[in-house]
């Protein structure tokens, strides 16, 4: 009996300690988990911070490692924790009686007591592990709020502006045209160095920068930076001639002979250096201005109609684009409810930033117009934009599109239907038509089978029928009426060996008074309805006017010409619809005829009658040569064409008189300065093209301006540049040759 007790115990000992090591690597969990989520939140305010301090990213490096090392240090102790888990496990439950260390003994090493102790101990852990109680508790207050602080800190880092390592600008290359005076034993004072820095506006999130060019580009709204250092001082401190205002140079506090000028620049511009009489060339600034965003709608169309039996769910997306960044967008919704006067209007907006908290240039939005939920129900419509805004406040919209959801429960009347629209005619097809189909129907007949053929047969009777009834309705019948076996026979022959007969058109009766007696009626067949004999004991005390035989205006051969066209489509409709195709061809033919018989007689022929002048007294008017009052006032007057471009013209007359080794006349600078004026204009919009012409321009200011001979190497891009920019000159149409003596000759003798 000792031995299963012995195996018993074992086997409880054995499962106390797994239970102590699972509450173990719970505890170890939740404790790592606790270290773990704050040291996350701290990585990633050190991540931003070395973003926005890159001068400080050394030191947020140590920080880091400090860190690393403080990580291991509380983690390494969550290796081994029997012992621990013990302790605390004594102090969460006095059940255990400060007894769960012996667990971690081998019951070899303890005395009879702790073995009993032992056992105890166990049972007393599955019985906690039963009862659910068996958890050691982990604090997440302190972790947590240290968590908060640390996102907290973040998310005011991420919108912080961005701090920006501090570049020395590079030089640029500044050239200058002409130098200021030397005197003898004195050094000129001259800019020894020329330095650009440009800073963009805040909401384009991009780095300042130095150009390494003296012509550049950048944002519009940027703010421009001029740094010169000069040799000596001057009486007069540097300026920038931007455009046409000059910036006098402030000096730089703590640093002898450098200057500086700042300026925001919003529209593309030309810059020169001036100081002590030396003037540099002419650079350009290209400003690019900031558009406004792109919103494109992919999906709906333009017009959506949700036709019954559809989704009332449409599904919107579209994609946005802009130069620097979104900022906001946002879905405005117009639903329209009810008709007529009682229609009802209201909007609904809804905002689609919630992709654009990074700022993107380019995003895609999507939503849903679930008509049910927005209140639209069978006939209501709604119309719906996108409009996004920028950065910068630059907003945009799209057009509005508009989505219906069709009424199924409202029918238009025809008179509806006709009102305010465009109604189609009626479409049937002309005999001419018929026949054509006919034919093609028998030349296809082998290869169809007799379903088929039946068909399309019947098919061509129907439009014969069509086109029968119309020529009825013409001719007074009833819309669906159909030719009566007691109908007139046409006065054409027909070709199933009957007698030709003929008859003549009705001829209608002299008219009596207003009042007269009608004539009796004609007796009735025995298979009249009682419907008919009602109507004819009625038919003597009806006063009648209208009858489908006198209800048009045509002549009575016209009309049986009309009777027999009908009695012929009757017989082909009766031929198609029985499958006789090669039977009803002859009265299809037939009635094609007789129509265009009807056309030609019912047209009217106007004899053509031209106007006839009155005869002119011949006696006070003819040859007499008088034109007073015949002829209309003519006044003409020559008026000079006003001058075009006068100061590029003026600057080019003046190249043209002066040759480059001939002395110049200082006071011709003003003509050269004025066309100048002109050049810069054309080269704030094409730089590349007029830039050079200018600085050869200003080099040829100055060589007029100090007297000397004008610059050989200036004067072509200038002549080239000012000519570019000279109006294309009106064609003017070739001047017709005078006649020779010869052909002179010949008129006058043609003349006599």
Not at 453 to 475: C, H, I, P, V
Not at 504 to 517: G, I, L, S, V, Y
Not at 646 to 663: D, F, G, K, T
Request: proline share 8%; aromatic share 6%; hydrophobic share 40%.
């Amino acid at each position: 009996m000792s031995q299963p007790v012995a195996t018993s115990q074992t086997l409880d000992l054995a499962q106390a300690r797994q239970l102590l090591r699972a509450v173990g690597r719970r505890y170890a969990w939740r404790r790592a988990a606790g270290i773990l989520i704050p040291a996350a939140a701290g990585a990633l305010l050190l991540v931003l911070l070395s973003r926005h301090l890159p001068a400080a990213q050394l030191g947020f490096a140590t920080l880091a490692a400090l860190g690393l090392l403080a990580l291991g240090w509380l983690l390494w102790p969550l290796r081994h924790l029997p012992a621990t888990i013990a302790q605390r496990l004594d102090r969460q439950f006095p059940a255990l009686e400060d007894s769960t260390g012996l667990l971690l003994q081998q019951p070899q090493n303890l005395n009879l007591l702790e073995l009993l102790q032992q056992q105890r101990v166990a049972r007393r852990l599955g019985e906690l592990e039963v009862a659910k109680e068996l958890s050691l508790p982990v604090s997440f207050q302190v972790p947590l709020l240290l968590t908060a602080l640390l996102l907290t800190g973040s998310a005011a880092v991420w919108w912080l502006p961005q701090v920006e390592k501090l570049v020395k600008p590079a030089r640029v290359a500044v050239h200058y045209s002409n130098s200021a005076p030397t005197v003898a034993g004195q050094v000129p004072a001259r800019i020894l160095e020329t330095q650009v820095r440009v800073t963009p506006p805040a909401y384009t999130r991009q780095p300042s920068f130095a150009p390494s060019q003296a012509s550049f580009q950048c944002p519009q709204g940027s703010g421009v930076r001029w740094q010169v250092r000069v040799n000596k001082a001057s009486r007069t401190a540097p300026e920038v001639e931007l455009g046409r205002q000059r910036l006098r140079m402030q000096p730089v506090a703590g640093q002898p002979g450098v200057y500086f000028a700042e300026q925001t620049l919003t529209g593309s511009t030309l810059y020169r250096l001036r100081f002590a009489g030396t003037v540099s060339d002419d650079y350009a600034i290209d400003v690019r201005a900031d558009l406004a965003p792109v919103v494109r709608i992919q999906t709906p169309k333009p017009y959506a109609l949700v036709d019954f039996g559809m989704r009332p769910d449409l599904p919107v997306r579209a994609t946005v684009r802009d130069d620097y960044g979104l900022s906001h967008a946002e879905l405005v919704i117009t639903v329209a409810q009810g008709q007529g006067e009682a229609v009802k209007f209201r909007e609904v907006r809804r905002d689609l930033s919630a992709g654009l908290g990074a700022q993107p240039t380019q995003t895609s939005l999507a939503s849903q117009l679930n008509l049910p939920k927005l209140g639209l129900t069978y006939g209501d419509e709604l119309y719906f934009y996108i409009a996004a805004r920028d950065n910068a406040g630059h907003s945009s919209r799209t057009d509005s599109y508009l989505v219906q959801w069709q009424d199924t429960a409202v029918a238009d009347s025809q008179a509806d239907m006709g009102m305010g629209i465009k109604v189609a005619p009626a479409y049937f097809r002309s005999q001419r038509q018929i026949i054509i189909d006919t034919d093609k129907l028998i030349a296809e007949k082998p290869r169809l089978d007799a379903a088929t053929l039946a068909n399309r047969a019947n098919a061509l009777g129907f439009d014969q029928q069509t086109l029968r009834l119309r020529y009825g309705k013409f001719m007074g019948e009833e819309v669906g009426g159909s030719i009566s076996p007691q109908a007139p026979h046409s006065p054409i022959a027909e070709d199933e060996g009957d007698a030709p007969t003929e008859h003549a058109a009705p001829t209608a009766e002299a008219a009596e008074e207003e009042h007269h007696d009608h004539p009796e009626p004609p007796a009735s067949s025995a298979k009249a309805s009682p419907t008919a004999e009602t109507d004819a004991l009625m038919e003597p005390y009806m006063h009648k006017h209208d009858d489908s035989e006198t209800a048009d205006f045509l002549e009575p051969a016209v009309k049986a010409k009309l009777r027999a066209v009908l009695d012929q489509m009757w017989a082909a409709e009766l031929r198609l619809r029985t499958g006789q195709l090669a039977a009803a061809l002859p009265y299809e033919y037939r009635a094609l005829r007789l129509l265009k018989q009807v056309q030609q007689q019912t047209r009217a022929f106007v004899k053509k009658a031209g106007f006839v002048l009155q005869p002119l007294p011949e006696a006070t008017l003819r040859l007499t040569g008088d034109l007073a009052g015949a002829a209309v006032p003519q006044r003409q007057q020559q008026l000079p064409a006003p001058a075009t471009q006068p100061e590029v013209r003026a600057a080019l007359r003046w190249l043209a008189q002066h040759s480059s080794a001939a002395r110049t006349n200082p006071a011709d600078a003003r003509v050269l300065e004025q066309a100048g004026a002109v050049l810069s204009g054309a080269a704030l919009q094409r730089p590349g093209v007029y830039l050079p012409a200018l600085r050869a321009l200003r080099q040829l200011v100055g060589d007029v301006r100090a007297g000397r001979p004008a610059c050989a190497e200036c004067r072509p891009p200038v002549e080239h540049a000012l000519t570019d920019l000279l109006a294309a000159p009106t064609p003017v149409p070739p001047a017709t040759p005078a006649p020779n003596r010869l052909a002179r000759r010949y008129f006058e003798e043609l003349s006599r």
